[in-house]
């Protein structure tokens, strides 16, 4: 071989390396692009529970999780309505505050990928991650370093090729596996999400058949007898199925964190000591409460109802784990957090007994909804599951400790609140419309059933109702009759405009006009919570109705 031919050879040699040195960069950087997008699926993935449950704090440990890749740059988290939730950022801009969708793209030699956080069906946030995909420095570095080793590896061809080559049966081992490894993690938590969804679905369909059975059978007796006590004994009965069936939905929102809450700012000593006389109704001759509540407690904002009920079902828990009585103890203390400005102090709230108490496999599951301890038929498994909700809809935590044959503690930890309690409205009055002013009530509802029985309600309360279904009617009929005194709309509806937005068009159109808002939907219910619109949870009852109608005609426009 003569030297032109060597340095031929070897400028062929250079000249191919580059070559493949650019498409091995294409490679890479698509195999760089494909592991990035697995990246955010299996970060979208893991966010589905902490968006769903509004749990920042696990929300920001996903987030942070990221760091360990050097190539991140930055990554966030975004609830439903676009707003960040978490964010990590290692070099360059932060995150945006709001994520916008769309197809990946390049800002310079970062690749920026969005994608949505899905459960089922339903879309509940986004996530954001920038990487690089490399640096200039790096890839000249690497373009000459590949040369300088081709040009030195020209006699060793044969060698590298064989370690070429093994090195390539290696890497196709190595994605196979990885192949195999993602196949089963999905697998696992497709089956777990099944799991949860069984568990779920069916406790909640054996507690409804049960309601509905005895709503079925106590219509068909009441068709059978002429009995006024004992038709008044089934009416009663089937009221009662149906505010059991209203109070296990509202159970079920609380542990989902779907149910709008009411909070306001609490003394919870006063609070809890005002339970003395529910707590003795609810428990049995052999168990006793005793309170330790020290005088300076500081003030909680929470939705003093469900603050009761939670305590309340862990009380009943607490009894139900004492066969043969005990005691109970209820304290509070105050857990200051050290900090000047006071952020992050908590009251801590603990109740604790002396039953059986609780198997250490079983503690993790305590606030699972549907899981109890108890024989069938004597629990519904939703207590603690609204206590947990209660305590994560507050911005706290709930907790328990328990040993067994010594008892159980379940404590809650709840922010302190430094507002000021504001003193109660006074109670509207309630009954029917004063005949000498007969109110008109325009009723805006899809659902012809619900409708013809809403009506009935508004016309028994002495009120004159006119009917439309859907938004832009009952647009249409407030400027036809401008005697309407009141609107009384779904949420739900089909078409452009809901009750949501029916409500901030009526605001506009008639400003003097009260509007009173109605759905089963939790998370319409809260939106419309949070404008300080007057919103009636489906089911109520005709009492409930009467209060709120005449409240808001006594009182200011909503």
Known sequence: MTVSMAVGLAIAIVLAAFGMAVYNERLSQQERFRQAQVQLRILASSMAAPLAFDDRSAAREYVGAQSSNPDVEAVAAYDMQGGLAAGYTRAGTPPPTRNVLGPPRMDGSRLVLTAPVIEGETVLGSVYLRTMLESPTRRAMRYAGFALLIVMAALLVAVLGAANAREAEAYRKLKAEIREREKAEDALRQSQKMEAMGQLTGGVAHDFNNLLMVASSGLDLLERTSDPTRRDRLRQGIRQAIDRGASLTQQLLAFSRRSPLKPEVVDIGERLAGMHAILDRSLREDVTVRMELPPDLWRVEVDASQLEVAVLNIAINARDAMPDGGAIVIEARNEPSGRPDGAGDMVRLAIRDTGVGVAPDM?????????????????????LSQVYGFARASGGEVGVESVLGEGTTIWLRIPRSTK????????????????????????????????????????????????????????????????????????????DIGGLDLARDISRLRPDLPVVLTTGYSAAAAAASKEGRRVLVKPYRIEALAAELEAVLVGPAR
């Open 363 to 383: 503690v993790s599951r305590l606030f699972e909804p549907f899981f109890t301890t108890k024989a069938v038929g004597k629990g519904t498994g939703l207590g």
């Open 420 to 495: 000021s309690p504001v003193a109660p409205a006074p109670a509207a009055a309630t009954g029917k419309a004063s005949p000498a002013g007969r109110q008109r009530v325009l009723l805006v509802e899809d659902d012809d059933s619900v409708a013809q029985l809403v009506e009935e309600m508004l016309r028994e309360l002495g009120y004159e109702v006119s009917r439309v279904g859907d938004g832009a009617s009952a647009l249409e009929a407030l400027r036809a009759d401008p005697d309407v005194q009141l609107v009384f709309s779904d949420m739900v509806m089909p078409g």
